[in-house]
């Protein structure tokens, strides 16, 4: 029998990272709530939550963690050649509800999501409090792809992404990573590992290191110039340029 501790009124307590479960991998707690507060105080321990409709909020961190190194993204050769010729646009935070809308579109045969209503309005919220932000990419007036996630100092920490056409979400990650970089976030979060974002240089670090740069990273004021700042002029072939890591 699995016996988690519960969450209570207290928005800033959570146990010790390092007390989570090994299986299933990184499941610390569950309860609480998705407040502002809480939802904030989790991401900068390293935490986050991930739960099924049905089921109280679970809350977890993994060991090891997948992150990107915002500076050293690896962009396979063919990807690189079509980036060269991609019209595609990339915004920022000027479509959040349907970025997030489209990560909750059932992607399995039984229509299951993760993103249940109210984790879809906390995110909203932190959105509006400036505290989460998206990154879409359009083909003319259409969102075919796109990413969001929470912000705290000069760390980013990613939830879900979505494409609607071959290479779209590729873009948004991408693109966010490369706006991060200028701004001087150095880590992406990209929580657990999958083969997909092993292609474009995902990294396993372990959760004790982990929680250590986030600590450092999310204390550090946020970049003077504004979210959007990283982000001017991007296109896709930018993205294709220097800046990258070479191919190996």
Avoid: N
């Avoid at 992150?67 to 690189?80: E, G, I, N, S």
């Amino acid at each position: 029998m699995i016996t988690l501790p519960r969450l209570g009124v207290d928005p800033l307590a959570f146990p010790d990272v390092e007390s989570a479960l090994r299986e299933p991998d990184g499941l610390l707690a569950f309860g609480g709530d998705l407040s502002r507060e809480r939802l904030l105080a989790a991401y900068a321990r390293g935490i986050f939550p991930w739960f099924s409709p049905g089921q109280p909020i679970l809350w977890w961190s993994p060991d090891p963690r997948l992150v990107f190194h915002t500076a050293a993204m690896h962009v396979p050769r063919r990807l690189r050649r079509w980036l060269r010729g991609c019209t595609w646009s990339i915004r920022v935070d000027t479509a959040f509800g349907e970025v997030i809308d489209a990560c909750a579109a059932p992607r399995d045969a039984d229509g299951g999501t993760w993103i249940t209503p109210a984790m879809r309005d906390a995110y909203v919220s932190l959105h509006e409090s400036g505290d989460a932000h998206s990154v879409e990419v359009r083909d003319g007036d259409e969102l075919v792809g796109g990413i969001y996630g929470v912000s705290i100092g000069r760390m980013f920490f990613g939830e879900s992404m979505f494409s609607r056409r071959d290479h779209a979400s590729k873009v948004a990650l991408l693109a966010l990573a490369h706006g991060l970089a200028a701004m001087g976030m150095p880590l992406l979060d990209a929580q657990v590992s999958s083969p997909h974002l092993f292609t474009l240089g995902g990294t396993e670090m372990p959760r004790r290191t982990f929680s250590s740069e986030v600590k450092r990273l999310a204390t550090l004021p946020a970049p003077a110039a504004g979210w959007r700042s990283g982000f001017a002029g991007l296109v896709p072939a930018t993205l294709a340029g220097p800046g990258v890591a070479p191919e190996t």
